[in-house]
């Protein structure tokens, strides 16, 4: 008579690497909330052990650090991108735009997490810390493109930036990767919008108003 092999149950870390238990436990933060959200929640969700995800973090502070990070260093990145750029600032300005859109469509639910941060913990008021860096790069093209004659002398920069912004960060309340604008057509939108109200109307040669 022939016995039935029994495979011994898997130990460990059944499934998961640290990027696919961080697109889970990213999920569960924004449908939940970070504070709201316990190790044992996040265990319950994934399946697994807590010991199991302690195998690959030290906490849930470690969890929410390294998931802003996704959305904070691709928007570092565009940042980078842009101050090696030549020219105009209101076209530099333009291409960030462009490129964070981008950002966001990559990395829509780290970008939504990002967004509901308030610095109750280190980790948070990290990433509120890099998220000023971003926004003063933003202030500081709108300045200069106001001062190089590109931008509407009745805009104010500090509160262009900000409403510029906001119009990019409001895609993640409703933006749908599946079945809407791919991110170029949505980058286009987003600046067609934004800046044919934002660029100073040129004015033909010879118009009395110059």
């Known amino acids: 008579m022939t016995t039935a092999r029994v495979t011994p149950p898997r130990r460990g870390r059944p499934g998961y690497d640290l990027e696919s238990l961080l697109a889970v436990v990213v999920k569960v933060f924004n449908e939940q909330g970070y504070e709201a959200t316990s190790m044992e929640d996040l265990s319950r969700r994934l399946g697994i052990t807590k010991s199991a995800i302690y195998h690959h973090v030290s906490g849930k502070d470690e969890l929410l650090r390294l998931a802003v990070d996704r959305a904070l260093d691709g928007l570092s990145e565009a940042a980078r991108e842009t101050a090696a750029l030549e020219g105009r600032a209101i076209d530099r300005l333009e ?115 110059t």
Request: one cysteine or more.
């Open 95 to 209: 291409h960030l735009v462009r490129r964070s859109v981008h950002v966001l469509v990559e990395r829509l639910p780290f970008v939504t997490l990002l967004l509901r941060v308030r610095g109750n913990t280190e980790a948070e008021r990290r990433a509120l810390a890099r998220r000023r860096e971003f926004d003063h790069l933003v202030g500081e093209l709108v300045r200069q493109a106001e001062a190089e004659g590109d931008v509407r002398p009745d805009v104010d920069p500090a509160v262009a930036s900000r409403l510029l912004f906001g119009l990019v960060n409001s895609l993640t309340e409703w933006y749908k990767p599946r079945g809407g604008l791919d991110a170029d057509a949505l980058a286009e939108t987003v600046c067609k919008i934004a800046f044919d109200g934002l660029r100073r109307p040129s004015v033909p040669p010879g118009d009395p108003t």
